[in-house]
């Protein structure tokens, strides 16, 4: 079945950069769409970032400028790099894939049936 593993959050001070990684098993890169989901406590779950086999990406407003979404077909990794982290993105980090592509500029978690655990990142000020 499909594994989906986030790495790579942590605790920064506003400003500060983190990469996470969602390394899969049993999922082709090459195909479909990834993308990255966060849930603050009291949040509703946001779509950050997502991408395309193709390449084509699409980003929350909230995050555009600072974060990229990234990934590496034959290590079979999704990456979102973020930079000048705000308090406000502190949250838990979900990587989620479909085995379709997103054919639009939206970012719905009810689209992707494949979920990794989570991975917290707490920006402090």
């Known amino acids: 079945q499909v594994q989906l593993v986030e790495s790579g959050g942590g605790s920064v001070q506003a400003g500060g950069s983190l990469r996470l990684s969602c390394a899969a098993s049993?999922?082709?890169?090459?195909?479909?769409?990834m993308a990255w989901f966060r849930q603050a406590p009291g949040k509703e779950r946001e779509g950050v970032a997502r991408i395309n086999s193709d390449g084509g990406t699409v980003y929350a407003d909230s995050v555009k400028g600072r974060f990229t979404i990234s990934k590496d077909n034959a290590k079979s990794t999704l990456y979102l790099q973020m930079n000048n982290l705000k308090p406000e993105d502190t949250a838990m980090y979900f990587c989620a894939a479909r085995p379709w592509l997103c054919s639009n500029r939206m970012i719905v978690g009810s689209a992707f049936p494949y979920w990794g655990q989570g991975s917290q990142v707490t920006v402090s000020s």
């Open positions: 049993h999922y082709t890169y090459s195909t479909g769409c």
